[in-house]
């Protein structure tokens, strides 16, 4: 096994490359690391294809994968940690505004340091204040939700041991919460290194507003699945059941109240004709079909289960 692997997504990069190419594996010879990097074209319409294919070819170490279209950055750095056979797995953004030079101290820190997933922290970022404020608050709103306490959970910089990049998927734009998905997985040593932040040199954002809006629907949505995924019935049927009890309280109370007003002679409304009827109504309707679907939900999860969702750490005498 090689020693590092460098996963690089690739969307309309082609003026930075091969500045970053050779900086890379400068830093590699310089260290005398074995090593491979890996460009994702993602479905890039100028011509960052051509000059990954001609890296290719002057250095035996340089490998691409070319998407017909543009999938995005997690389907690119999914595919790459799929073909990555480094024993260190470091993912870095294609437009220099990542250091090269961050990487010996990335790679110690997961080999001596013990740690699983190393996240790069851009202490000091080169970006305006229309970017940082939203930054600051969608990271603490990370922090608190998914308990991991780390600064910057968007940095492209991390590193990664073999196994948790081979044992994760991303799909989406999940690619903002890979430590939240390793620790979900059983990877719970996580450590953060402040790294530089450059000002980017070529080109323009890919990202606009929206990332923040789709980075919290993204964040419920990793959360719901990892907690959930394997025990359905107790998100659905939780829900299902205070609805449903809920129902049965009102509906009772208004049985009573009516029984009650009639033995004492008072005047009272018919139970149909009280707005709270209907809402009991809904109630009991809704935890019937809540907790069905958590019923159902349950069963798909059963019939579907097989023994590659379970990360597996070693085997003992088993023959393939």
Request: proline share 3%.
């Amino acid at each position: 096994m090689i020693q590092i692997s460098v996963v690089i997504p690739v969307f309309d990069e082609q003026e930075s490359l091969s500045e970053l190419h050779n900086w890379i594996s400068r830093v590699m010879e310089e260290y005398a690391f074995s090593y491979e990097i890996i460009f994702i074209n993602d479905g890039s319409k100028d011509g960052s294809w051509n000059i990954i294919q001609k890296l290719s070819s002057i250095n035996p170490n340089v490998k691409g994968i070319s998407f017909i279209r543009n999938y995005g950055k997690s389907a690119a750095l999914d595919m790459g940690f799929s073909r990555a056979q480094g024993e260190v797995v470091i993912t870095m953004d294609a437009d220099l505004q990542d250091s090269p030079d961050e990487i010996p101290d990335l790679y110690e820190m997961i080999i001596k340091g013990g740690y699983e997933v190393v996240s790069g922290w851009k202490k000091k970022r080169h970006d305006p204040i229309s970017k940082t404020i939203p930054s600051k608050f969608f990271n603490w709103v990370t922090r608190i939700i998914s308990g991991i306490k780390l600064h910057d959970f968007n940095c492209g910089l991390k590193a990664y041991k073999n196994k948790v990049v081979k044992n994760i998927h991303l799909y989406g734009e999940m690619h903002r919460y890979i430590p939240l998905i390793a620790k979900w997985n059983g990877f719970t040593n996580i450590g953060e290194k402040v790294v530089e932040h450059r000002a980017r040199k070529y080109g323009v954002t890919k990202f606009g507003w929206e990332r923040f809006l789709n980075g919290f629907l993204d964040l419920i949505s990793v959360s719901f699945v990892n907690r959930y995924k394997r025990r359905p019935m107790h998100f659905f049927g939780s829900l299902g059941t205070i609805s449903f009890l809920t129902g049965f309280f009102i509906t009772c109370w208004l049985i009573f109240e009516k029984i009650h007003g009639i033995y004492i002679g008072k005047a009272v409304r018919d139970i149909t004709a009280q707005p709270l009827f209907f809402l009991a109504l809904v109630a009991l309707i809704a935890g019937i079909q809540l907790f069905l679907t958590g019923f159902l939900a349950e069963m798909m999860t059963s019939n579907n289960s097989r023994k590659a969702d379970y990360n597996i750490e070693d085997e003992l005498n088993f023959d393939d």
